[in-house]
């Protein structure tokens, strides 16, 4: 099976990148063009390919449509007002989904964040969640990550020390 994964390099995508690939898929990555160094390419072990993302252009549905799965988790940490996350991330975001579902990507999942409920007052969460209801409207799946933890000092426990 063919999966992208938006934000390989991220902690998330980095630890689905890994396991795909042991299990035997064929993983793509998109990353940020400036992310790519010596380093993180040598990282990418067991990587088919990887092909440079920027949120705020997503590929276009010729780009992706060779995959079976998409996994969205691409997103711009460094924005804060509300402007800049609805105009970058919410609205590359929806884009890239609708992308997807056009080209015809079997599955997609949109990485969603236990901030994203109805009724919430975060502008994270708020995001987060007009994204979920687009993914969920093409068809595709979310999933409410909560505080992220594992090896390394990457996710919740990075951003805690």
């Not at 992310?35 to 990418?44: F, L, P």
């Not at 072990?45 to 590929?59: H, K, Q």
Request: glycine content about 14%; overall charge positive; some cysteine.
């Amino acid at each position: 099976m063919r999966v992208g994964i938006t934000g390989a390099n991220g902690y998330v995508g980095t630890i689905l990148r890994a396991t795909f690939a042991e299990e035997g898929h064929e993983v793509i990555a998109f990353v940020r063009p400036n992310r790519v160094t010596s380093e993180s390419a040598a990282a990418m072990a067991g990587v088919a390919e990887w092909r440079p993302y920027e949120i705020r252009r997503p590929p276009s549905g010729s780009a992706i449509s060779d995959l079976d799965v998409l996994i969205h988790g691409a997103w711009d940490l460094t924005l804060v007002s509300a402007g800049d996350v609805w105009g970058v991330n919410v609205s590359g975001s929806q884009q890239l989904l609708r992308n997807a579902a056009d080209a015809g990507v079997r599955r997609v999942i949109f990485i969603s964040s236990m901030s994203a409920y109805e009724g919430t007052r975060q502008l994270y969460g708020q995001a987060k969640l007009a994204c979920e209801r687009t993914a969920n409207s093409l068809g595709g799946v979310s999933t409410r990550l909560g505080l992220v933890y594992g090896p390394g000092w990457g996710g919740m426990a990075g951003a805690l020390r």
